[in-house]
T-cell receptor, first 115, second 111 residues
Framework: DGGITQSPKYLFRKEGQNVTLSCEQN?????MYWYRQDPGQGLRLIYY???????QKGDIAEGYSVSREKKESFPLTVTSAQKNPTAFYLCASTPVAGEGQETQYFGPGTRLLVL | AQSVTQLGSHVSVSEGALVLLRCNYS??????LFWYVQYPNQGLQLLLK??????LVKGINGFEAEFKKSETSFHLTKPSAHMSDAAEYFCAVSQGGKLIFGQGTELSVKP
């Protein structure tokens, strides 16, 4: 079955630690996205990538980093510079980059908690 | 910049009653609009989308939404609520291939 997988489902971060959230898709989609979800704030865009080896900052990129070395993978690293990382993180992809009418397909999410 | 406003962070209806979730957008050009549903601790699932083909859009699970340009609205409705409709609903507008989301509306369904 085609889809988007995110791992782990739950992740715990200690003070000063960097952690990496995995996002993989086998849909052959060009564009991939990372969102952060906090209660009552909807989804906010962290980073997005429209093509391999290229990515752009979203609205809340500070304290996060990404890479896009392969079309199917878009990992997100939450660095120690992100002082309030506790949130639900969602990865999404869309078939064609830049086409506004394209549906974004979402993974099941990773919940990040701070110890 | 485009924005989306969902009126009411929490809506409660009785089973069998009409569901109405409100969404207003700001856009200087004809928008692409989306409604997504999220069940607890899960990702988002597309309910329906407006891409200018027809103003009344039908989606999954009996939901539909009407695009009203004069009111800059894209409200989501369902004639008869079911217990399984309890979830959080997000309206979104497309901007440069990215989605701008509203704050979400949590729908509760009472038996």
């Amino acid at each position: 079955d085609g889809g988007i997988t995110q791992s782990p489902k739950y992740l715990f971060r200690k003070e000063g630690q960097n952690v990496t959230l995995s996002c993989e898709q086998n849909l052959n989609h060009d564009a991939m996205y990372w969102y952060r979800q906090d209660p009552g704030q909807g989804l906010r865009l962290i980073y997005y990538s429209q093509i391999v080896n290229d990515f752009q900052k979203g609205d809340i990129a500070e304290g996060y980093s990404v890479s896009r070395e392969k079309k199917e993978s878009f990992p997100l690293t939450v660095t120690s510079a992100q002082k309030n990382p506790t949130a639900f993180y969602l990865c999404a992809s869309t078939p064609v980059a830049g086409e506004g009418q394209e549906t974004q397909y979402f993974g099941p999410g990773t919940r990040l908690l701070v110890l | 910049a485009q924005s989306v406003t969902q009126l009411g962070s929490h809506v409660s209806v009785s089973e069998g009653a009409l569901v109405l979730l409100r969404c207003n957008y700001s856009s200087s050009v004809p928008p692409y609009l989306f409604w997504y549903v999220q069940y607890p601790n899960q990702g988002l699932q597309l309910l329906l989308k407006y891409t200018s083909a027809a103003t009344l859009v039908k989606g999954i699970n009996g939901f539909e939404a009407e695009f009203k340009k004069s009111e800059t609205s894209f409200h989501l409705t369902k004639p008869s609520a079911h217990m399984s409709d309890a979830a959080e609903y997000f309206c979104a507008v497309s901007q440069g291939g990215k989605l701008i989301f509203g704050q979400g509306t949590e729908l509760s369904v009472k038996p």
